[in-house]
Structures are given as structure tokens and as C-alpha cells.
């Protein structure tokens, strides 16, 4: 870490650290950037204050058209799984998101490590759903999910579930402590005492504006990087979960990370330049455009959702089928991937029941079979499935 670019931030000190790395097998001798608490306001040029606003817009518009949907909790099983995909992808783990949608039919056994990391994000982020109707976003809450996210992978370590017991730095691994991009506090008692700070400030009653709030924490949830993997999955699910218990989304409808990932370079720039200059405008500004783009982004496909679900429902009716196919429709804008065990489970029928309608759907193009060898039989609806997977 270029240490000359942040000993003179208005919103942060440095302070010297030593240890040893274990991967290079020598000791360091370097420094590591304390951010200071949060403000109680933020000041904003107008130009930022309009994108902000144009967000807010964005989201409204968005929680309108989603409670247009007949059966609205259908959507968030595969934006959950478009995020995780995205989310994990920015992190460097990449998993097709075709097997994403359809990993739920797809043994374990027969699941690469990559796809089992994507779905603890969408287990996680269920959790999340549940913990926030009882629980605000505190340290218990964040500590259980990050135990989900990095169960079983490389990441789950003696400190996971909890605040890190070690030091950490963002770069390379072979290049050093002190190549690095960004050096977060020392463990300890400082970053507990920055949690908490952070812990309030997210919580607090306060006139900051949501999405200026969402954007500000973020930021200090990456420099304070709390943990010692999942940080950046963990604060972008933290932001969706900040508009829901506001009231601003009544579903976990928004998209932030597709967005992010296309402009990977620019979002962490943003990041560091803050913590550089004490400057929070420019940042807000760029997550201000991410939030309405993906919101505008996901409006689109829900109107394009309903059209196709008139469209194959029309379709079944011409075609006078009737119950389970017409069932199995409805439900194809959460489950574009399915298998007859699932139908059946999901509409308590027999399995013949489920399967017979799941050929009459095949004989009129609504679905289409991708079984492939290790994963068994499973059906496709493309006219749902290319609305979601669409970048």
C-alpha cells in the first residue's frame, strides 16, 4: 500500500503494524489505514443530489411494478441467484448462472466447488431475510452469515463467524503486505470499536438520505473490512438489506452487482479514492447511478416477465389444458429450471401428475429438456430464463 496517498486523508490515520506472513514465509514491517467514525452528515454537490434522488425515484418505480406480479416472492428466488452469481464473480469465483438457477436439481456430488460458494450466498441471503424481521443489521447478524458464505470453501477459517482475529490486506498474496492495494486495520480492540461505531451509524434515525446512507456504509464496511473473507459479497448484500428494513423495497429485487462487475476497476477506484481524500461525492454519485440503472434495469424485465407469462399462459388455455399445467406456468417466472420430483413437491401432486404436465408444456415449446448426464432431467422455460440471465 502506497502509503504517501494516505497519510494525509482527513478521515483516517495510519498506523504502523508488524507480523509475519505465513505465505511468503518472512515477517513485515508496513502500515494499515484506520478509518474514522462516520459523519452525521454528508455534504453533497447538487449534481450528486440529483442522482440520488433519480435513485430513489428508480426504486419506487421498481417495488411498484414487482407488487404488480401475482405471486411477487416468484422473483426473488432468481434475482437471489443472479446476485449471488454476479456477487461472487466480482470476488473472483465464477459459476455459469444457468447452473446457478438450476443448482437446487443438481446433487451435490455433482456440483462444482465454485457453484457450492455461489449457493451459500443465496442461503445466506435467505438467513438475512429472516434475521432482519426481528434483529436490525448488527454484528450477531452479520457474523452468522458470513459463517454461511464461507462454509466449506477456502475461506472457512478458525476467525469465521466472527469479527477477524488477524491482520489482512487486499492485493496480491505473492506480492506482499506491502505491494498491496489497500492494508484495513489491525485485529483487535480498534476494529471491534470501528464495527460498533459503523453498527450505529447504519442504525441510527437520522435525515441522511437511504441511498446516500446505503452507499456511505458501504464504504466504511470495505475499510473496515471486518472480517477475513466475504467482506465485499457480505456489504452488498448489506445494502439491499438496508432498503428493505427501510421500507424502500418490500422484496430483494435489486441487481447492484452485475452492474459493479462491469465497471469492477472504477468501483473499487471510488472505494480507495475516499479513503484518500475524505471526499464522499464522487462515490455517492457512481452508486447512486448503479442503484437506478439496476433498478430501471429490473423494471424492464418485470414488464417483460408479464407479458411472457400472458403469452404462455394464453397458450395453455388455446390449448385447453387445464390444472397443473396451467400451475406450473404461473409458477415459471421463480422456477425457469425444473424438474418433475420438484413440481411435484412444490403443487403437493403425485410425480406422474407433475411429469404429464411437464410434457404437455415440452409439446407446446414452453419448456425444453437440458438433461445432461450427471444432473438427471431437467426442463427450461427460455422465454423466462432469457429474461433473467440477460446481462
Known sequence: MDIERFKNSPIGRLVPISGHDAY??????????????LPDTV?????????????????????????????????????????????????????????VLAADFIEEAHQSAELREV??????????LTLIQTKPICLNVLCELQAILVKGTRGDLYDSGQLRQRQVFIGERELGIEQSRFVPLPHGDELA??????????NAQDEIALVV???????????????SDGNGRLGRLVVVLQMIEAGTLTYPVLNLSPWLKARKS??????????????????????????????????????????????????????????MAIDLVEDLIGYSSITASAAATLHNVTYKAANDAIKKLVELGILVEITRASYGRIFVCPQVSSIVVRP
Not at 515477517?27 to 467514525?37: G, R
Not at 428508480?58 to 426473488?76: K, W, Y
Not at 449457493?119 to 438475512?128: D, F, K, P
Not at 466504511?220 to 473490512?225: M, V
Open 24 to 37: 511468503l514465509q518472512r515477517d513485515y514491517s508496513h502500515h494499515a489505514f484506520v478509518p474514522h467514525a
Open 43 to 99: 455534504e453533497l454537490t447538487q449534481s450528486t443530489y440529483n442522482a440520488v434522488a433519480r435513485a430513489h425515484l428508480a426504486l419506487g418505480r421498481l417495488d411498484f411494478a414487482v407488487r404488480r406480479l401475482p405471486q411477487p416472492r416468484l422473483l426473488v428466488r432468481p434475482v437471489l441467484r443472479r446476485e449471488a452469481q454476479s456477487t461472487s464473480e466480482l470476488e473472483g469465483t465464477y459459476a455459469p448462472l444457468d447452473e
Open 119 to 128: 449457493m451459500n450466498y443465496v442461503v445466506a441471503a435467505e438467513r438475512a
Open 193 to 202: 470499536e470501528g464495527f460498533g461505531d459503523w453498527e450505529k451509524w447504519v
Open 213 to 227: 446512507k446505503a452507499a456511505v456504509g458501504h464504504y466504511q464496511f470495505e475499510t473496515l473490512h471486518p472480517f
Open 266 to 323: 472504477e468501483y473499487k477506484d471510488h472505494l480507495l479514492k475516499v479513503s484518500e481524500t475524505g471526499d464522499y461525492d464522487p462515490w455517492v454519485r457512481f452508486f447512486s447511478t448503479a442503484v437506478e440503472a439496476q433498478a430501471e434495469d429490473m423494471v424492464q424485465r418485470v414488464e417483460e416477465l408479464l407479458t411472457a407469462r400472458e403469452q404462455m399462459l394464453s397458450l395453455v388455455r388455446s390449448n385447453r389444458l387445464r390444472g
